[in-house]
């Protein structure tokens, strides 16, 4: 009896070992832009984690200021490295970051290693430290930053100047010499502490603003290999160039962000694979259709769901079924001003982001909870072995189709009218579920739209400005 429990046992963990190393990889992260602590480990729990999200970015843990008029980019005005913010307190950040990682979710922390504030005479930060422009008692003096002499103002006016964008003031912030060993020294002491505590990653703030020797220095001194994602908002004739970043981890490539806004907007989706030819290396970026910058941005043609909810649903499917980059899924909260922060209490610390049942309530948004969006991430996730785009099919401008190798299917219809043509495919012939209609249901692999893929065609409906995904392991019966 004992030598047959001895196999049972043996066996359940062969069995289990053979499901986890057989299981899809995790392949998307998403950001919870200003996400409290507490919020964030619960949906690591409840959602990321079942869902199969790799990573999540969250906001800089550090203080930051306090003006009292709750701005959002009051997050990225540091006042020390003290690890209280109204996203909670060190303790719950250290909790958030245990959690998650115990539900196979990454965390990647958003730092700034670039400034700290801007013009706040006798400041006081979220913690109560106390502060000026130059003088950070303890920590920085005037001598650690930058004074580069130009305008008498030392701001950045002039982009195409590669001094003035690496030694001058980015809107007023105190820009830090990063050139400096000492202040080396303290920045990657902060990374350090957060890294001790289980990041598995950094996205660096600003980082077209430092040059990328100073960051590569800065990096040098964490005590173990992480992931890293530079802040690379580039313009055109700008002399900061995304390769510059590209030797010590991976660049916001925010020129995909503008050509598939662009390319939605004007009705030319079937162009996009043309206009990305000439993109960097797929292994070096993260692409999103949105982020907390430019989402605020009065001019930009950015499909986000509070613009545009059709075509920011569109924006989703083709950011996880093209293979190209590090996908980051955008989560965040509706507002009606620029400035405009999360809601917060009367301590100043975020709230209000569940109703009673753990759904997201208004103002926030949880654009990565709609519906879709779960599917979405089991498509990149499943259709990773083929990172390629195979049989390559345009109807209109509009229409766009191809497959991920004989893995995967997806379709994609902008236009104002139903798509129906059959299809060329790589998939084996059969009948499969479209993932993204309403009666699928993923627990089960249940539907009741069936797609019958014959002779190496897919039998296409399509509503108007809807999508269609097919894998080779969801088939519908006949």
């Not at 006798?122 to 305008?151: I, M, Q, W």
């Not at 001194?221 to 002399?239: A, D, F, K, Q």
């Not at 970043?245 to 662009?262: A, E, M, Q, R, S």
């Not at 995967?408 to 043509?421: I, K, P, Q, R």
């Amino acid at each position: 009896m004992k030598l047959g429990l001895v196999l049972v046992l043996l066996l359940s963990s062969l069995q289990a070992f053979a499901q986890l190393t057989n299981a899809a990889p995790r392949t998307v992260m998403v950001q919870l832009f200003e996400w409290p602590w507490t919020a964030v480990a619960s949906e690591c729990e409840t959602v990321l984690g079942p869902q199969g999200y790799a990573a999540v970015q969250v906001s800089p843990p550090q203080e930051h200021v306090r003006l009292g008029q709750n701005n959002w980019w009051e997050r990225y005005q540091p006042v020390s490295y003290k690890l209280e913010s109204r996203s909670g307190t060190e303790a719950e950040f250290r909790d958030m970051i245990k959690r998650c990682r115990a539900s196979g979710v990454d965390v990647y922390v958003d730092v700034i290693l670039n400034h700290m504030a801007a013009r706040h005479e006798n400041g006081v930060g979220f913690a109560g430290t106390r502060y000026e422009k130059y003088s950070h008692p303890g920590l920085y003096s005037a001598a650690d930053f930058h004074n580069c002499g130009r305008y008498n103002d030392n701001e950045i006016r002039n982009y195409k100047d590669r001094f003035e964008v690496q030694f001058c003031e980015l809107v007023g912030l105190a820009d830090l010499r990063t050139e400096s060993e000492i202040v080396r020294d303290k920045l990657g002491a902060y990374m350090n502490q957060l890294l001790d505590m289980g990041a598995m990653g950094f996205r660096i703030d600003a980082a077209k603003h430092i040059p990328a020797e100073d960051i590569a220095a800065i990096l040098s001194r964490l005590n173990r290999s992480v992931y890293i994602i530079s802040e690379t908002l580039i313009g055109g004739g700008e002399p900061v160039q995304y390769q510059e970043y590209t030797g010590f981890g991976d660049v916001n490539y925010f020129i995909y962000t503008y050509d598939l806004g662009n390319a939605l907007y004007d009705g030319q989706l079937a162009q996009l694979p043309q206009i990305m030819s000439g993109y960097l290396d797929s292994k070096s970026v993260v692409v999103f259709s949105e982020n907390h910058d430019i989402q605020r941005l009065a001019g930009a043609r950015i499909p986000s769901y509070q613009k545009n909810p059709e075509l920011h649903f569109l924006s989703q499917v083709f950011l996880l079924t093209w293979p190209y980059g590090y996908p980051q899924v955008f989560s965040g909260y509706s507002f009606q001003d620029y400035n405009e922060g999360p809601r917060v209490d009367a301590q100043g610390y975020t709230t209000g982001l569940f109703d009673a049942r753990g759904g997201c309530q208004a103002p926030w948004s949880c654009e990565h909870r709609l519906a879709g969006m779960a599917e979405l991430v089991q498509f990149h996730n499943a259709t990773d072995g083929a990172f390629v785009a195979t049989r390559v099919w345009r109807g209109t401008n509009s229409q766009l189709a191809f497959s991920r190798s004989r893995l995967g299917f997806a379709a994609l219809n902008a236009d104002a009218s139903a798509l129906v043509a059959r299809i060329p495919t790589d998939l084996a012939d059969g009948v499969y579920c479209n993932l993204l209609d309403p009666s699928y249901d993923r627990l089960s692999r249940r539907c009741t739209q069936k797609v019958l893929v014959q002779n190496g065609q897919v039998h296409a409906q399509i509503a108007p400005r809807s999508a269609m995904i097919l894998l080779h392991n969801v088939r519908g019966s006949k």
